[in-house]
């Protein structure tokens, strides 16, 4: 899938940002191009090969028409009794990796629910943050609302679980 300057996408571990230039520099002998992302929340840029843009799961937001499916996804039931820290790890990773909203959306909830009952480890505390601010960062690009908005409904979607 090609991409534009302007484009608003999502980027796995990074959340939604926007393509702000595309631009051709020399790595190694080789001439190759690169969508320049800045994402909001903070002033990271980030250079993304063109060619593998998909691979990496760079990929458009998701429509507002499936902001309900997103929501209704937390209903879904994850199993919190799980193997080795390094398991689940890898498991979360190779999820988020995939770049697909409802599979970051478990990693979240898993995170999240986990978090309730036990102190999570420095390792899934850091997935943990990066997962929220992918889901938070898209969905208030979607819902063209502030982060705190989408933090608050994401607290009351927890009282309830």
Sequence with gaps: MRFKIGDKLAYPFYGAGIVEDIVHCEVLGETKEYYV?????????????????????????ISPERLSEVYDHFNVPVDLKGETWSKRSKVSMDKLRGGDLLETVEVYKYLRLR?????????????????YWAL??????????????????????????
């Design 136 to 161: 938070v960062s898209e969905l208030s690009f979607v819902e063209n609302v502030p982060v705190e908005i989408i933090d608050a409904k994401l607290d009351s979607i927890f009282e309830e679980l």
């Design 37 to 61: 992302m800045s994402f909001s929340g903070n002033r990271l840029k980030v250079n993304i090969p063109t060619d593998k843009a998909t691979e990496t799961g760079l990929r458009p937001l």
């Design 115 to 131: 978090e309730r009952q036990r102190t999570l480890s420095a390792g899934e505390n850091k997935i943990y943050r990066g997962v």
